[in-house]
């Protein structure tokens, strides 16, 4: 099995240099890179393209609020979980807003961290009961999420799918390599926590059919 990889980011030396030693004991992952500076923390994380990104959520300069926001603006397949000393229940709501897969406290067990790595890196979100108990509107992993998951990116290949392309051809479509749909597409279905095209395209078109719109056609004839 290739190890997951992991980038990390914490503007503490220490607790970095701690997480790396104890992420690199597990032959399941493997730490690719990682920085105590997190103005750099996007650019490294956009060349690494790392699985999993473990962040501090409340950094100087640039938040871990903040660089979730600017992947998921950009599209990056990287399953971010934070790391945090505290959490206030307006950061947990945001995090739970822009698609984060996975919120720990530094209080926790090492072990939790390892076990929260393991369930997120097998496309399962990870949120302790307490944090759960904070989050408005109230989360609960069994509660199917909707469109509003995904990245507008996910939504572009989510209405591509539902058109029936091909994995080929929607890469045509975008520029992109037949790999990056792939992933892009692993990651529509472990959100919406569904298994295949079909149960995409109920979804799809149900969503397409409340905002008044009618597929992909629809919202590229209203753009244009």
Known sequence: MTPYSVFLADDHPVVLRGLAELINLEKDFRVVGSTSEPKNAFAMIDRLKPDIA?????????????????MRNADLPVRVIFLTAVITDAQLSEALANGIWGLLLKE???DALIDCLRRVGAGYPWLPDELAARANPP???????GLDALTPRE?????????????????????????TVKIH???????????N????AAIYYKGSSDSGAIGIEAE????S
Request: glycine share 8%; net charge positive; proline share 4%.
């Open 108 to 110: 926790s067990a090492p």
């Open 197 to 200: 095209r079909t149960a995409l």
């Open 139 to 145: 989360w609960h992993e069994g509660i199917k999420p």
């Open 185 to 195: 597409l692993h990651n529509i279905f472990q959100k919406l926590k569904i298994r």
């Open 220 to 223: 590229m004839a209203q753009r």
């Open 155 to 179: 939504m572009e290949i989510a209405g591509h799918a539902c058109r029936g392309l091909s994995n080929r051809l929607i890469a045509s479509e975008l520029g992109a390599s037949e790999g």
């Open 54 to 70: 473990v962040l501090d959520i409340n950094m100087p300069d640039v938040s871990g609020l903040a660089l979730l926001r600017r």
